[in-house]
């Protein structure tokens, strides 16, 4: 079964408006959880690691003031875009890392982001 | 310098023939990961292999192998028997380094496409 749990699915909002993401550890407690960001038909590129009561570490070119990151317990990180324009429109995916494990890294099923 | 190079953007097989996909990489560590993701249409990352950089044997996860070969910092992922399921994009990816922060690097990927 599922083991992240990633929400909305898609979120159409107008210019200037805030969204919340959720990524939510559905079996174990995740010390750290990544954000990406995918471009059409492109990369996906670490936008921030996201670390369980304390500050997110961000990514060089990374906004922190416009993605909020919040980390505030082992299950569940929020990653939130702060008056969004068009540009920031993207697919946001999360993953989280159970431990020290090496091998899989378990990813949310993502968030198509649309800004009109 | 890019980190995970994927040359191939495209590719195409018949189905049940065995296809290889491209990956190197660039790192100075000792201790690394690779990784092969598959994401379908929805979105979703789906963790197919790893391979760590101790391994002495290439790794295998039923239809999937990971052609190892550390000298030429190569990664490339085999799929035997190809199934018309398998068409959606490939993304190599790599961890760097030790502890319990499985960051992850992506390369560009590769659209395959398995025809009947």
């Known amino acids: 079964g599922a083991v992240v749990s990633q929400h909305p699915s898609r979120v159409i909002c107008k210019s200037g408006t805030s969204v919340k993401i959720e990524c939510r550890s559905l079996?174990?407690?995740?010390?750290?959880m990544f954000w990406y960001r995918q471009f059409p038909k492109k990369s996906l590129m670490l936008m921030a690691t996201?670390?369980?009561?304390?500050?997110?570490?961000?990514e060089q070119g990374v906004e922190k003031d416009k993605f909020l990151i919040n980390h505030a317990s082992l299950t569940l990180s929020t990653l939130t875009v702060t008056s969004a324009h068009p540009e920031d429109s993207s697919f946001y995916i999360c993953?989280?890392?159970?431990?020290?494990?090496?091998?899989?890294?378990?990813f949310g099923s993502g968030t198509q982001l649309s800004v009109l | 310098a890019q980190k995970i190079t994927q040359t191939q953007p495209g590719m195409f097989v018949q189905e049940k023939e065995a296809v290889t996909l491209d990956c190197t990489y660039d790192t100075s560590d000792q201790s690394y990961g690779l990784f092969w993701y598959k994401q379908p249409s929805s979105g979703e990352m789906i963790f197919l292999i790893y391979?760590?950089?101790?391994?002495?044997q290439n790794a295998t996860e039923g239809r999937y192998s990971l052609n190892f070969q550390k000298a030429r910092k190569s990664a490339n992922l085999v799929i035997s028997a190809s199934q018309l399921g398998d068409s959606a994009m490939y993304f190599c990816?790599?961890?760097?380094?030790?502890?319990?922060?499985?960051?992850?690097?992506f390369g560009a990927g590769t659209r395959l496409a398995v025809h009947p």
């Open positions: 990816a790599m961890r760097e380094g030790r502890g319990g922060y499985n960051k992850l690097i």
């Open positions: 996201s670390n369980e009561g304390s500050k997110a570490t961000y």
């Open positions: 079996d174990f407690q995740a010390t750290t």
């Open positions: 993953s989280l890392s159970r431990g020290a494990t090496n091998e899989k890294l378990f």
């Open positions: 391979q760590g950089s101790y391994d002495e």
